[in-house]
Nanobody, 120 residues
Framework: HVQLVESGGGLVETGGSLRVSCVAS????????MGWFRQAPGKKREGVASIDSDGKTVYADSVKGRFTISKDNAENTLYLQMNNLSPEDSAMYYC???????????????WGRGTQVTVS
């Protein structure tokens, strides 16, 4: 049974930085494709970044150059480092995992409950 638990969200000022984490259990992270998604009130969930089992990363155009996705296989933890944040980045951030390399597709099988990021 795959479980994903996000943490690290919070309130940050425009231009600031934040790192959110996702601890995985029930499987070995390195064998899965992992993704970060976000959803703001009234908007559709959108893919932010993904990293596959080989470490190849994909980013949404809106976050390229500002966000970095990474993973620690030994700790079974996924990270999203977010720099130069703007109010448009405010959303609930979710991590997701799937055996297939889904990149920023919304069809991931396993989802966490999210962590709120608010940029003032």
């Amino acid at each position: 049974h795959v479980q994903l638990v996000e943490s690290g969200g919070g309130l940050v000022e425009t231009g600031g930085s934040l790192r959110v984490s996702c601890v995985a259990s029930g499987y070995t992270l390195h064998s899965y494709c992992m993704g970060w998604f976000r959803q703001a009130p009234g908007k559709k969930r959108e893919g932010v970044a993904s990293i596959d089992s080989d470490g190849k990363t994909v980013y949404a155009d809106s976050v390229k150059g500002r966000f970095t996705i990474s993973k620690d296989n030994a700790e079974n933890t996924l990270y999203l480092q977010m720099n130069n944040l703007s109010p448009e980045d405010s959303a609930m951030y979710y991590c997701a995992a799937d055996r297939f390399n889904l990149q920023l597709s919304r069809y991931y099988t396993n989802w966490g409950r999210g962590t709120q990021v608010t940029v003032s």
